[in-house]
Nanobody
Framework: QVQLVESGGGLVQAGDSLRLSCAASGRTSDYAMAWFRQAPGKEREFVAA????????YYADSVKGRATISRDNVKNTVTLQVNSLKPEDSATHYC????????????????????WGQGTQVTVSS
């Protein structure tokens, strides 16, 4: 079992950049990881995913070209860098982990993930 703690959220202006971090209590190398987000009154949605090895990544169209997901399996952290932030990026951002044998698989469905952090709030003002 792994515990996830997100950090790095805050209030920023449109056009700014933000770097979100997810620290895991266990070995992240055992897990495929992802970021999701949920705005008030909306369903939780996929943002970005990364395979166990870190060699494969996948992004939602809404952040493609603006976001980079990366991981450090030595430090047991996963990072989401988002540039050119927009007001519609405002949401609570969640880190998620999925235990998998596949080193190359990435997953983008909420139901794919067993472990979730408590989230970090991102607010982008226009």
């Amino acid at each position: 079992q792994v515990q996830l703690v997100e950090s790095g959220g805050g209030l920023v202006q449109a056009g700014d950049s933000l770097r979100l971090s997810c620290a895991a209590s266990g070995r992240t190398s055992d897990y495929a990881m992802a970021w999701f987000r949920q705005a008030p009154g909306k369903e939780r949605e996929f943002v970005a995913a990364i395979s166990r090895s870190g060699s494969r990544t996948y992004y939602a169209d809404s952040v493609k070209g603006r976001a980079t997901i990366s991981r450090d399996n030595v430090k047991n952290t996963v990072t989401l860098q988002v540039n050119s932030l927009k007001p519609e990026d405002s949401a609570t951002h969640y880190c998620a982990a999925r235990s998998t044998y596949s080193s190359l698989g990435y997953y983008y469905q909420i139901s794919d993930y067993q472990y979730w952090g408590q989230g970090t709030q991102v607010t982008v003002s226009s």
